[in-house]
């Protein structure tokens, strides 16, 4: 009985498995294809128009090509090009009046005759909004009604039934991602761009700017370089950051101490010290605009755990491992 149970899963796993690596080669195979579908000088004239638009981009469809359309959309607008998704059926409803004179309309159909997309169709040619058509099929009423077409590849979908959006889907998505990589190379779409629009999840906290995290003003533990070493005690105890900078008379930053530093440097005549002749001189410093990120490698490159933070050659702030840590930033 164990037998049989066994054989069945075995068999059942090999089959899914055949399936899944079906679909993958066949997905691979159209997105292949995608390469030799879209004309290069249409792709140019697309993003000509993109970058000329006086308004947003406007991304609709219908069906599993809008859900491709609103991602397309969302990762335009989160990449600097404004644009959302306009639902055909809701279009038909008042949702015209959302697209207005200077906007850019990408308009998705994989057949290229989607009933759902007349009115906006109409719409676009009644007031000259241009339209840029992504279908596989240009001779489709979506095709000639484009003022540029971007080809879909003429492949079969991975679905073993032929009929389900998979591949096409998966090309309609990789062109979105041309489109909104263009741009963004137009553009020159920076990461501190990105992270104004993007401060939340994991990606907004790797972009946070030093600035954004470091201790400053009555935080920052920093002494004139002549204090004595009692003095540095108090204020490293006090600050609780683990380290103390110190500046010169001009207020420049001259070196700092840290909380190992002072451990191995421990001996009875400690305290009758002064900060500048056990200081480390010429410490590794960072901007308030370097991006966090860059900031912990450069910590984990050097094993060190804090950073003071220099304006020109005077300490604004300093930032300790934790700080970046505790904010997501790994």
């Known amino acids: 009985m164990t037998i049989t149970i066994e054989s069945e899963t075995s068999k059942k796993n090999l089959a899914d498995r055949e399936s899944a690596i079906r679909t993958i080669e066949m997905e691979i195979e159209t ?26 981009i ?26 959302f998704f306009v639902h055909p059926a809701e279009a038909s409803h008042g949702d015209l009046g959302m697209i207005t004179d200077g906007d850019v309309v990408i308009a998705i159909s994989n057949s290229g005759e989607s009933r759902e997309l007349a009115d906006i169709i109409n719409y676009c040619k009644r007031f000259g909004i241009k339209i840029i058509s992504i279908t596989k099929n240009s001779e489709s009423t979506l095709g000639k009604a484009g003022d540029v077409v971007l080809e ?35 553009k020159g779409f920076s990461k501190e761009d990105f992270n104004v629009r993007h401060p939340g999840g994991k990606l907004g906290s790797i972009l946070k700017r030093v600035g954004d995290l470091m201790h400053v003003g009555q935080s920052m533990p920093i002494l004139d370089e002549n204090s004595s070493m009692q003095a540095v005690l108090l204020e490293m105890t006090s600050k609780c950051l683990g380290c103390v900078g110190f500046v010169n008379q001009n207020g420049d930053l001259t070196g700092m101490l840290t909380d190992g530093d002072l451990r191995r440097c421990l001996s009875a005549s400690i305290l009758e010290e002064k900060a500048i002749n ?53």
């Open 152 to 186: 879909l590849p003429k492949n079969g979908e991975a679905c073993p039934l032929g009929l389900a959006p998979t591949s096409s889907t998966t090309a309609t998505l990789v062109l979105g991602d041309i489109l909104t990589i263009g741009m963004i190379d137009r």
């Open 31 to 56: 997105i292949s294809k995608l390469k030799d579908s879209v004309v290069l000088e249409n792709l140019s004239l697309a993003l000509d128009i993109m970058q000329n638009a006086k308004g947003r």
């Open 278 to 330: 056990l200081m480390t001189k010429n410490p590794k410093t960072v901007t308030k605009d370097m991006i966090s990120a860059e900031a912990l490698k450069i910590m984990h490159d050097k094993k060190i755990t804090n950073l003071f933070v220099l304006d020109g050659t005077k300490p604004i702030g300093v930032i300790h491992i934790h700080d970046l840590l505790n904010n997501g930033v790994a």
């Open 58 to 83: 406007i991304v609709t469809g219908m069906g599993k090509s809008g859900h491709i359309g609103n991602k397309i959309a969302a990762s335009l607008a989160s990449t600097g090009t404004p644009s």
